[in-house]
T-cell receptor, first 113, second 115 residues
Framework: DSGVTQTPKHLITATGQRVTLRCSPRSGDLSVYWYQQSLDQGLQFLIQYYNGEERAKGNILERFSAQQFPDLHSELNLSSLELGDSALYFC????????????FGDGTRLSIL | AQSVTQLDSQVPVFEEAPVELRCNYSSSVSVYLFWYVQYPNQGLQLLLKYLSGSTLVKGINGFEAEFNKSQTSFHLRKPSVHISDTAEYFCAVSPSGAGSYQLTFGKGTKLSVIP
C-alpha cells in the first residue's frame, strides 16, 4: 500500500461528458503529480501541484484542469471527453525533496463509450 | 527536455535465469534515474533509484541497476528471476535541479518469466 488513494477505481462515461478524478496524497506529502497511461502514448506527465499551487505543466490538454485543496487532496477534471481520453490516470505524491521519490496510487481507469 | 528509450518491449526469460532490461536516456540537464514496476491492475512501485554516488544501485526484490554516464544508460538486472517477477518495468528520469521532479518514462518492458 503506497498510501496514495485514488477514487474512483473505474469510471465509465460517454463522449462529451465531464468527470472528476480524486487523489489523496500520503500523509505529509505536499506535492501531487498527475500522469496519464494510454496504450499509444505510454505514461505521460500531465500536471503537478505543490502545496496548493501549480508548479509544472506537461502534456495536459486544455480540456483538462486540476487543483489542489487546502487539505492537500487534488482533483483532475476532464471535460468534453473524447474516445481518445480513455486511459489509466495515476496520481503520485512526494515530499518534493531530491531524495524522496514519488509514490503512486493504483489509478483510475477511465473508459469512454 | 528528457527522453527515455527502453530497448526491448517484451523480454521472455526462464525461471531462475538472469535478466537484463535495458534503458537509455537523453537529457540536456542532470537527471535522477528510476526503475518502477507495475503488476497487473496495480499502480507503479519503486524498485530503485539513482541520485548520486555509487553507480551500482541495489533495490527491492533482488534487483540492481548500474548508471553509466558515458553511455547514458541505466540497465536493470537480476541474477535469478522468479515467476512473481512477471510484470511491466518502466525506466524513468527526472531533472535533478530545483523545480519540478516530474518523471519522464520509457515505453515499458514486459518481463515474462517462463516456468
Amino acid at each position: 500500500d503506497s498510501g496514495v488513494t485514488q477514487t474512483p477505481k473505474h469510471l465509465i462515461t460517454a463522449t462529451g461528458q465531464r468527470v472528476t478524478l480524486r487523489c489523496s496524497p500520503r500523509s505529509g506529502d505536499l506535492s501531487v503529480y498527475w500522469y496519464q497511461q494510454s496504450l499509444d502514448q505510454g505514461l505521460q506527465f500531465l500536471i503537478q501541484y505543490y502545496n496548493g499551487e501549480e508548479r509544472a505543466k506537461g502534456n495536459i490538454l486544455e480540456r483538462f484542469s486540476a487543483q489542489q485543496f487546502p487539505d492537500l487532496h487534488s482533483e483532475l477534471n476532464l471535460s468534453s471527453l473524447e474516445l481518445g481520453d480513455s486511459a489509466l490516470y495515476f496520481c503520485a505524491s512526494s515530499k518534493e525533496t531530491s531524495n524522496q521519490p514519488q509514490h503512486f496510487g493504483d489509478g483510475t481507469r477511465l473508459s469512454i463509450l | 527536455a528528457q527522453s527515455v528509450t527502453q530497448l526491448d518491449s517484451q523480454v521472455p526469460v526462464f525461471e531462475e535465469a538472469p535478466v537484463e532490461l535495458r534503458c537509455n536516456y537523453s537529457s540536456s540537464v542532470s537527471v535522477y534515474l528510476f526503475w518502477y514496476v507495475q503488476y497487473p491492475n496495480q499502480g507503479l512501485q519503486l524498485l530503485l533509484k539513482y541520485l548520486s554516488g555509487s553507480t551500482l544501485v541495489k533495490g527491492i526484490n533482488g534487483f540492481e541497476a548500474e548508471f553509466n554516464k558515458s553511455q547514458t544508460s541505466f540497465h536493470l538486472r537480476k541474477p535469478s528471476v522468479h515467476i512473481s517477477d512477471t510484470a511491466e518495468y518502466f525506466c524513468a528520469v527526472s531533472p535533478s535541479g530545483a523545480g519540478s521532479y516530474q518523471l519522464t518514462f520509457g515505453k515499458g518492458t514486459k518481463l515474462s518469466v517462463i516456468p
